[in-house]
Each structure stands twice: as structure tokens, then as C-alpha cells.
């Protein structure tokens, strides 16, 4: 893409400019290339708003830029473009008016400074599903008992949703926008029972007599309002391997587990390897009880990052996605950009061959302008990264807790 750059000065007669004012091109005519799409005119606009001018985004007539030089010149416009591998070519483009040495200044700078990003990158985002319709619902047994049911032929849109809208209700987490997550990390709008059958694990285990060890440590966004009901019985907790070592109890033949909503099962299972060495009759939920939506965050997020250069957060909500991705961002070195309005992107922030992106608002807004706006900067692959566990049924029958 590099070899097809090419940057202009054009002077123009034709292209009237407001005072105190830019004209930010949405799409316009090349005189050597032809027509020139601009899907990043959004990020011009916001960052020449936020310097004080005037914006008047809007396609230019094809005589606008025509390189003819003869004659005073009321107007000049600095554009780079490039050609798409599919073909055409796209860009960006500002006018100011040719007496106006600061806003023509501001234009140069700009167009410099985003040029020198123009680059072939890949996108990447990671799905959070959520159960269809017709999903089992808490309580109710199924054919196939799981928690989470695979959404069939889903779509997704460039940026997918991160944090979906839901109604209030017991175990759930909530966001000032109206949004939030079961105690599992679930969105509040699925059916996953895996928090109901914690709880009800929990006070059968104290009403029979056993002493219970909540076991693994929710993941950030996890956790809260569960259990609804404290039981009056022993409960204690190991959130990691060494507090599984160090827990003493009581009676070591009547020790049970519950294993805490949100908690990453694979994580888990290696305290509760501690548990069965120290505790052979301990007893606990069937796995077909777990919820593993922030196990395969974590595992989701982790290959995502991996390979990226970046990860920009977009919106001003929170999700378990999010903070997942925040804590292994920070293990792993890889930066991090809060993007709450397009005008906060700066060039270094997607200088990058991959860049992840996390949406944490609705399924419209600066996410999917972010989308767009990367299609500006140069040939761009979207990959949405899924990573979804589904228990299958076993051929045993109905399970039964152990």
C-alpha cells in the first residue's frame, strides 16, 4: 500500500470555504486518480471541531479539485490517497480557505500526521454471545444441560456488542447505562442458570452438614450479589492453589465445593486438584453446573492480544470482556488507549499491523466510527474472535449433584 501513497497540494477556485471554518472531503475527484473515498472523514472532522473550526463535512463536486492553478486561488486543499487492493482508491482530504495561514497550517498537519499511519492492518475484536431464545432456562433440565448454547448462523456487525442491555434482576451486575452481566459474567439477558445452581448447591451442601469451600476467584465484573442468601453453615473460600493447601476444616469427611460464579474454570480446576489430593471425599457441583463465559474470555482475549500492537477500549461502559482484557493487556506489555470520542485517537494510538478493539456501549456509536475510520486509514481485515465452550450431553441420564 505504501508504493500507492501519494500526497497533494491542490490549489482550488471552486470550493468555497466558510470563514473560521474547514471543509473535510466525505468523498472527492482525484484529477490524475478519479474518485477518492473517504471513510475516515469522521476522525478529521472530530479533531478539527476539538481545535476550534468550523466543519463542513460533505462530498466534493468532481470540479472542486480540478489542479488548475490559473487565477487567484480562494481555497487550498492537502489530501493524501492511496489505491485499494480491490481496486479505486480512498484517502483523506481538508480545505481552508488560502488566506486563513492557521487553518492551512492545521490542515497540513493533520493530513501529514495521519499519512504517516496509512498502512495494511488488521482489526481484531473478540464476541461475547449470548444465549438464544429457546435457551433452557435456570432450573429447567434439558436434553443437553448446558449453561450456554451456541447462537446458530449468527451475524456480526464490524465492532460486535460488549456490553448488551438488559433488564435488573437477582445476581446481576449493573451499569449506570442500563446494562449489566449475570454474577457468571453472563449479559443479564441470557438464561444461563450456572449462578441459580451455585446457590442452591451451596445451601444444600450446609443443610446437609458439610462444611463448604467456595472455590476460584471471580474475574473483574464478576461475582457481585451472589449468593443472594449467605447460609448460616461453615463457608470458607480458596482462591488459589496456595489457600487450598493452607485450608483447614473441621471434618475432612464432609467437605464440599462450590465453585464461585465468574470464576475461570480452568483456574479453578487446578485449586480443586489441591482440594481432591488434600480432601479424597470431597464432593461438590456437577461440571456441567459451570459457567465457563470467563474462561473462554480469558482464553479469547489472550490469543487476540498475543498478536496485537494495540488495544484501544471504545465507549464509556465496563463488561468482564473488558476488564479481562485490561488485566492481560498489563501482563503482557501490549498498550492500551481509552477511545471515548474519536477526537482522543491519535495517530501512534493505530500505528500498528494488528490492532484489537473493544466496544463497551451499544452496537451503534464511536465503536463502529472507529470501524469505519480504520477502513480510512489504509486496507484494513476485520476478525472477530470467538471462543465458546458447550457442554454435550453425557448418555448418563439426568445429572445429579455428587
Same mark, same amino acid.
Not at 482440594?275 to 480469558?298: E, I, K
Given at each position: 500500500? &505504501?508504493? #500507492?501513497?501519494?500526497?497533494?497540494?491542490?490549489?482550488?477556485?471552486?470550493?468555497?470555504?466558510?470563514?473560521?471554518?474547514?471543509?473535510?472531503?466525505?468523498?472527492?475527484?482525484?484529477?490524475?486518480? *478519479?474518485?477518492?473515498?473517504?471513510?475516515?472523514?469522521? $476522525?478529521? #472532522?472530530a479533531h478539527a471541531r476539538r481545535a476550534g473550526y468550523t466543519v463542513d463535512a460533505r462530498p466534493w463536486e468532481e470540479?472542486?479539485? &480540478? *489542479?488548475?492553478? /490559473? *487565477?487567484?486561488?480562494?481555497?487550498?486543499?492537502?489530501?493524501?490517497?492511496?489505491?485499494?487492493?480491490?481496486?479505486?482508491?480512498?484517502?483523506?482530504?481538508?480545505?481552508?480557505?488560502?488566506?486563513?495561514?492557521?487553518?492551512?497550517?492545521?490542515?497540513?498537519?493533520?493530513?501529514?500526521?495521519?499519512?504517516?499511519? !496509512?498502512?495494511?492492518?488488521?482489526?481484531?475484536?473478540?464476541s461475547e454471545e449470548t444465549a438464544p431464545s429457546g435457551a433452557p432456562a435456570a432450573g429447567v433440565r434439558s436434553a443437553?444441560?448446558?449453561?450456554?448454547?451456541?447462537? +446458530?448462523?449468527?451475524?456480526?456487525?464490524?465492532?460486535?456488542?460488549?456490553?448488551?442491555?438488559?433488564?435488573?434482576?437477582?445476581?446481576?451486575?449493573?451499569?449506570?447505562?442500563?446494562?449489566?452481566?449475570?454474577?457468571?459474567?453472563?449479559?443479564?439477558?441470557?438464561?444461563? +442458570?450456572?449462578?441459580?445452581?451455585?446457590?442452591?448447591?451451596?445451601?444444600?451442601?450446609?443443610?446437609?452438614? @458439610?462444611?463448604?469451600?467456595?472455590? *476460584?476467584?471471580?474475574?473483574?465484573?464478576?461475582?457481585?450479589?451472589? =449468593?443472594?442468601?449467605?447460609?448460616?453453615?461453615?463457608?470458607? /473460600?480458596?482462591?488459589?492453589?496456595?489457600?487450598?493447601?493452607?485450608?483447614?476444616?473441621?471434618?475432612?469427611?464432609?467437605?464440599?465445593?462450590? $465453585?464461585?460464579?465468574?470464576?475461570?474454570?480452568?483456574?479453578?480446576?487446578?485449586?480443586?486438584?489441591?482440594?481432591?489430593?488434600?480432601?479424597?471425599? $470431597?464432593?461438590?457441583?456437577?461440571?456441567?453446573?459451570?459457567?465457563?463465559?470467563?474462561?473462554?474470555?480469558?482464553?479469547?482475549?489472550?490469543?487476540?492480544?498475543?498478536?496485537?500492537?494495540?488495544? !484501544?477500549?471504545?465507549?464509556?461502559?465496563? #463488561? =468482564?470482556?473488558?476488564?479481562?482484557?485490561?488485566?492481560?493487556?498489563?501482563?503482557?506489555?501490549?498498550?492500551?488507549?481509552?477511545?471515548? #470520542?474519536?477526537?482522543?485517537?491519535?495517530?501512534?494510538?493505530?500505528?500498528?499491523?494488528?490492532?484489537?478493539?473493544?466496544?463497551?456501549?451499544?452496537? @451503534?456509536?464511536?465503536?463502529?466510527? !472507529?470501524?469505519?475510520?480504520?477502513?480510512?486509514?489504509?486496507?484494513?481485515?476485520?476478525?472477530?474472535?470467538?471462543?465458546?465452550?458447550?457442554?454435550?450431553?453425557?448418555?448418563?441420564?439426568?445429572?445429579?449433584?455428587?
Amino acid at each position: 500500500m &505504501n508504493r #500507492s501513497k501519494r500526497s497533494d497540494v491542490f490549489p482550488s477556485t471552486s470550493l468555497p470555504v466558510t470563514p473560521g471554518g474547514l471543509s473535510v472531503a466525505t468523498a472527492w475527484w482525484h484529477p490524475v486518480r *478519479g474518485h477518492v473515498d473517504c471513510p475516515a472523514h469522521p $476522525l478529521l #472532522s472530530a479533531h478539527a471541531r476539538r481545535a476550534g473550526y468550523t466543519v463542513d463535512a460533505r462530498p466534493w463536486e468532481e470540479a472542486a479539485v &480540478n *489542479g488548475d492553478d /490559473r *487565477g487567484p486561488a480562494a481555497t487550498t486543499v492537502v489530501a493524501v490517497s492511496y489505491e485499494r487492493p480491490e481496486g479505486g482508491h480512498r484517502g483523506i482530504a481538508l480545505a481552508a480557505r488560502s488566506e486563513d495561514g492557521a487553518a492551512v497550517a492545521f490542515a497540513h498537519r493533520q493530513i501529514t500526521s495521519w499519512q504517516s499511519v !496509512l498502512r495494511t492492518r488488521r482489526v481484531l475484536y473478540v464476541s461475547e454471545e449470548t444465549a438464544p431464545s429457546g435457551a433452557p432456562a435456570a432450573g429447567v433440565r434439558s436434553a443437553t444441560p448446558a449453561p450456554h448454547v451456541p447462537h +446458530p448462523s449468527a451475524s456480526y456487525a464490524p465492532v460486535p456488542p460488549q456490553g448488551p442491555r438488559g433488564s435488573g434482576g437477582p445476581g446481576r451486575q449493573d451499569r449506570p447505562d442500563g446494562g449489566g452481566w449475570l454474577a457468571c459474567g453472563c449479559p443479564a439477558g441470557s438464561t444461563c +442458570p450456572s449462578a441459580d445452581s451455585a446457590e442452591r448447591s451451596l445451601h444444600r451442601s450446609v443443610g446437609r452438614g @458439610d462444611e463448604v469451600v467456595v472455590v *476460584g476467584a471471580p474475574a473483574g465484573g464478576t461475582g457481585g450479589g451472589w =449468593p443472594r442468601k449467605v447460609p448460616a453453615g461453615t463457608v470458607q /473460600r480458596a482462591r488459589t492453589p496456595a489457600q487450598a493447601e493452607a485450608l483447614a476444616v473441621a471434618d475432612p469427611e464432609r467437605l464440599a465445593f462450590v $465453585l464461585a460464579p465468574g470464576a475461570v474454570v480452568s483456574e479453578a480446576a487446578g485449586i480443586l486438584r489441591v482440594l481432591r489430593r488434600r480432601f479424597p471425599r $470431597l464432593r461438590g457441583q456437577h461440571p456441567w453446573d459451570w459457567c465457563y463465559t470467563t474462561d473462554d474470555l480469558v482464553t479469547a482475549v489472550g490469543s487476540v492480544l498475543g498478536q496485537s500492537d494495540a488495544l !484501544l477500549v471504545t465507549g464509556s461502559g465496563d #463488561s =468482564p470482556l473488558v476488564r479481562t482484557a485490561l488485566v492481560v493487556a498489563a501482563r503482557s506489555g501490549v498498550r492500551v488507549r481509552e477511545v471515548t #470520542s474519536l477526537d482522543r485517537i491519535r495517530p501512534e494510538d493505530v500505528d500498528g499491523a494488528t490492532i484489537t478493539v473493544l466496544h463497551t456501549a451499544a452496537r @451503534d456509536g464511536h465503536g463502529r466510527d !472507529l470501524a469505519r475510520v480504520l477502513d480510512g486509514l489504509g486496507p484494513t481485515g476485520h476478525i472477530v474472535r470467538r471462543v465458546h465452550s458447550t457442554a454435550l450431553p453425557s448418555g448418563l441420564g439426568a445429572h445429579e449433584p455428587a
